[in-house]
């Protein structure tokens, strides 16, 4: 249980950065991004993020 719940925030705070990111620094739309291990956890959640914003992820 307390290793969900420290996933969960971690990935509240990651998804809280991207958006930081995307909004405040950074285009990114139609970027390339490459992310390795995007199949499960902080990888993926970062790709379902990205892909929201019209990122090509390679």
Do not use: W
């Amino acid at each position: 249980m307390i290793q969900l719940l420290r996933f969960s925030v971690t990935i509240h705070s990651l998804v809280f950065f991207l958006k930081y990111i995307y909004e405040e620094v950074m285009d990114i739309k139609d970027k390339t991004i490459i992310i390795t291990g995007a199949a499960r956890g902080l990888g993926a959640a970062m790709a379902k993020r990205l892909a929201t914003h019209n990122c090509k992820l390679g």
